[in-house]
C-alpha cells in the first residue's frame, strides 16, 4: 500500500513519481530537431483510442490537487458531468497543435454537461504553463503536476494515461470510459466524445 502523502512529500514518494515520470519519458520521446528537446522532445501515443462499455467499466477515479493559479480541484466536484481530461506539457509540440481544438470542443458542449479538465505534466514552474493556457485562449482549468505525482494515482490496469498527450473521457459515475493516445482535432474530440455524452447516466 503506498504510503498517504503529507504536505511535504517522502523522499520515496518523490522517487517513485519521478521514475513514473522517467518511465513516460522513455515509452518514447521525438529524436528530430534534438537541438531543441523543449520543442520536441515529447511521449508518443500509440495512436490508439480505446473504448469501454459502461457495463465494463471500472470504479470511479479518485483524483485532486491545485490548479494553476493554486485552486483545490477534485473530478468529485463534476460528479454528475461528463469530464473530458487531457495530459499536456507547455514543451510538447502536439499538445500545442491540439489545443485551440480542446478550447472550441470545449465552448461548444459545456452547456451539455461536459466539463474539461488538463493535467500539466513535466513542467517545473507554473510560468511556462501560464503561458500556455494563454497563448491558446484556454478556458478551463489545470491541475499542475511537475513531478508526474498525479498519473501515479491512476489504478493498476485501469485506461491510464500513457503518453502527452493522452486524453480521457470520464462518464457522468466518474469512470473512465474513452482512452486516447494522441494528439487529437477537433473532430476526433467531438466523435468520441458524443456516444459518452448520449449517455443517460
Known amino acids: 500500500m503506498r504510503p498517504r502523502l503529507s504536505s511535504r512529500p517522502s523522499p520515496r514518494a518523490l522517487i517513485a ?6 518511465a513516460l519519458a522513455l515509452a ?3 529524436a528530430a530537431n534534438s537541438s531543441n528537446s523543449s520543442d520536441s522532445s515529447f511521449v508518443q501515443g500509440t495512436g490508439e483510442i480505446s473504448t469501454v462499455a459502461a457495463a465494463h467499466r471500472g470504479a470511479p477515479i479518485d483524483l485532486s490537487g491545485t490548479d494553476l493559479d493554486g485552486k483545490q480541484i477534485s473530478l468529485a466536484d463534476y460528479k454528475g458531468k461528463v469530464v473530458v481530461l487531457n495530459v499536456w506539457g507547455s514543451w510538447c509540440g502536439p499538445c500545442r497543435a491540439e489545443a485551440s481544438d480542446f478550447e472550441s470542443v470545449y465552448k461548444a458542449n459545456k452547456d451539455k454537461g461536459v466539463q474539461f479538465l488538463g493535467i500539466d ?3 517545473l514552474q507554473k510560468p511556462a504553463a501560464q503561458s500556455f493556457v494563454s497563448d491558446h485562449g484556454l478556458t478551463y482549468p489545470s491541475l499542475f503536476d511537475p513531478d508526474g505525482e498525479l498519473l501515479l494515482k491512476f489504478p493498476a490496469g485501469s485506461l491510464n494515461p500513457q503518453a502527452i498527450p493522452s486524453t480521457l473521457i470520464i462518464d457522468r459515475q466518474g469512470r473512465i470510459a474513452v482512452r486516447a493516445l494522441k494528439a487529437l482535432a477537433s473532430d476526433d474530440l467531438s466523435r468520441i466524445l458524443a456516444p459518452v455524452l448520449a449517455e443517460k447516466s
Not at 17 to 22: G, N, R, V
Open 17 to 22: 513519481a519521478l521514475a513514473a515520470t522517467a
Open 28 to 30: 518514447g520521446c521525438s
Open 121 to 123: 505534466t513535466r513542467d
